[in-house]
């Protein structure tokens, strides 16, 4: 059973997705609601949900105020809004889909089918990275196993050039291979590979050292990669990276 929080300003707008949610998609426990941002961030902080439906604006802050202070999301989302014109910009927090308000049933159905897809692929890809030790960072033939659509796939460590974040999902690129994109959030993955070659060097990148051409001064910085890819180097992390680099 996957939990979920419902965070809207409307409290009837609660009681109805509730009622939806009891009678159309068995696989959801609404665990808890809440009726404005501040209450919403302590409910996500208590509950633990996988997936929250939130309304947008809720008045002195709205939904994208809420997403912010909780980056790194840790769990799924899915707007619920009297307005499309969110859409674009609930993409880019990692938003996985939007409902407008009235909610249809169809809509709830395959928005919840894809939020459940999504969930359990990572929560599959979680339990064999734990359970199966070789396919972890401690492994003795140095592999990362990767979920594609027909299964598992063993890629080595050493070909993984970089990672980029991608909402909930992570890109990888490889020295030899063409990139893939997987399920999974990129601090998921920045635990599964080995620290003495990976190196996060912005929210949104892990770069494998080995494959770093070259890095260009500034504020931050950016580098250059093998490939001719350049990447930003966050000023926060600028320090651990260039200590990383005179190892």
């Given at each position: ?16 997705l509730k009622k939806m949610i009891r ?92 939020a459940e897809k999504r969930i359990h ?47 909930g999902y992570t890109r990888f690129c ?74």
């Amino acid at each position: 059973m996957i939990k979920c929080v419902i965070i809207d300003d409307e409290s009837r707008s609660i009681s109805v997705l509730k009622k939806m949610i009891r009678q159309y998609c068995p696989g959801l426990h609404v665990a808890g609601t809440a009726g404005d941002i501040r209450e919403g961030a302590q409910v996500i902080k208590d509950v633990r949900p996988q997936l929250v439906f939130l309304d947008v604006e809720m008045p002195p802050g709205d939904a994208f105020e809420l997403l912010g202070a909780l980056m790194p999301l840790n769990f799924d989302v899915i707007l619920v809004t009297a307005h499309d014109s969110y859409a674009v910009k609930g993409f880019k927090y990692g938003v996985l889909d939007y409902l407008l308000k009235p909610v249809e049933i169809d809509e709830l159905k395959a928005a919840v089918e894809r939020a459940e897809k999504r969930i359990h692929e990572r929560d599959l890809n979680h339990h064999l990275n734990m359970v199966i030790p070789h396919l972890r960072n401690e492994k003795p033939f140095g592999k990362i196993a990767l979920r594609e659509k027909d299964g598992l796939t063993l890629f080595a460590v050493d070909d993984i050039a970089y990672c980029s974040a991608e909402g909930g999902y992570t890109r990888f690129c490889f020295s030899n291979a063409s990139p893939l994109v997987v399920s999974g959030n990129l601090k998921e993955f920045e635990e599964q590979l080995p620290k003495d070659i990976f190196c996060r060097i912005h929210d949104s990148w892990l770069v494998n050292l080995n494959y770093v051409k070259k890095y260009y001064n500034g504020k931050g910085g950016y580098i250059e990669m093998m490939d001719g890819k350049t990447i930003e180097v966050s000023v926060r992390k600028k320090p651990e990276f260039l200590s990383r680099l005179k190892q």
